[in-house]
């Protein structure tokens, strides 16, 4: 029962981070195509980490996730009004290229010249 709460509570700390990100002014964060890509957080609530990644790179993502450590405060503080925990993990924002890396695999995939196989005669043919 415990796991389930927590996955709940971490499916809720991510939609929630991602309505508070939109609604920042600071230009490292809003200058970018901003993603949270997994949000993970211990068993007893004390820490959460927020895995960022940004469309236009690794670069981006760093840059973002200085403006959001800048930020964590006023994070934290509408996180917990918004979720009304007990205790609001602390954040720790942690960059990643995941976006741009899938985005250069689904380039390479597109650009491959594969032939498409002649029809295979249907099953019921063959029976």
Same mark, same amino acid.
């Given at each position: 029962? +415990?796991?389930?709460? !927590?996955?709940?509570?971490?499916? *809720?700390?991510?939609?929630?981070?991602?309505?508070?990100?939109?609604?920042?002014?600071?230009?490292?964060?809003? $200058?970018?195509?901003?993603?949270?890509?997994?949000?993970?957080?211990?068993? *007893?609530?004390?820490?959460?980490?927020?895995?960022?990644?940004?469309?236009?790179?690794? *670069? +981006? +993502?760093?840059? +973002?996730?200085? $403006?959001?450590?800048?930020?964590?405060?006023?994070?934290?503080?509408?996180? $917990?009004?918004? !979720?009304? !925990?007990?205790?609001?993990?602390?954040?720790?924002?942690?960059?990643?290229?995941?976006?741009?890396?899938?985005?250069?695999?689904?380039?390479?995939?597109?650009?491959? *010249?594969?032939?498409?196989?002649?029809?295979?005669?249907?099953?019921?043919?063959?029976?």
């Amino acid at each position: 029962m +415990a796991n389930h709460k !927590l996955g709940r509570t971490t499916e *809720d700390i991510r939609r929630e981070l991602t309505a508070i990100f939109r609604g920042l002014k600071d230009p490292r964060v809003t $200058g970018c195509f901003l993603s949270i890509v997994r949000v993970e957080v211990t068993n *007893d609530l004390s820490y959460c980490t927020v895995y960022v990644s940004a469309l236009e790179g690794m *670069d +981006a +993502a760093k840059e +973002a996730v200085k $403006g959001l450590k800048n930020a964590s405060g006023y994070v934290r503080r509408e996180l $917990g009004m918004r !979720l009304r !925990l007990r205790h609001v993990p602390e954040l720790i924002f942690t960059p990643t290229d995941s976006i741009a890396y899938s985005a250069e695999i689904s380039r390479i995939l597109n650009s491959l *010249d594969i032939p498409k196989d002649e029809e295979e005669p249907d099953e019921e043919d063959h029976a």
